[in-house]
Nanobody
């Protein structure tokens, strides 16, 4: 089992910045990949950014086209914490942001945090 707890959401004006954190606990070593998703009002949940590995070195990063150049995903392997630095925020970035991790030899087990809301005012 993996537990994920997000923090750092809030209200920000357009053009501002926020940093989200995701603290992971439990069977961390089983994480195969992890990342951030978001779900805006009336929208489906979508990938924002993700590592192709867990709390290890190496792997690669994938970003949604809509956030490339503005958002940066990072991790601190010693703290088992993942981050999402969000700059140049736009009203369309308003959403609940979720931390996600996948475990299992066949990537069959999904874990989600409770979500942290981000509201960007124009």
């Amino acid at each position: 089992q993996v537990q994920l707890v997000e923090s750092g959401g809030g209200l920000v004006q357009a053009g501002g910045s926020l940093r989200l954190s995701c603290a992971a606990s439990g069977t961390i070593f089983r994480i195969k990949n992890m990342g951030w998703y978001r779900q805006g009002p009336g929208r489906q949940r979508e990938l924002v950014a993700a590592f192709t590995t867990g709390f290890t070195s190496g792997g690669s990063i994938n970003y949604a086209d809509s956030v490339k150049g503005r958002f940066t995903i990072a991790r601190d392997n010693a703290k088992n914490t993942m981050y999402l630095q969000m700059n140049s925020l736009k009203p369309e970035d308003t959403a609940v942001y979720y931390c996600h991790a996948v475990t299992g030899p066949f990537l069959q087990d999904d874990y989600w945090g409770q979500g942290t809301p981000v509201t960007v005012s124009s």
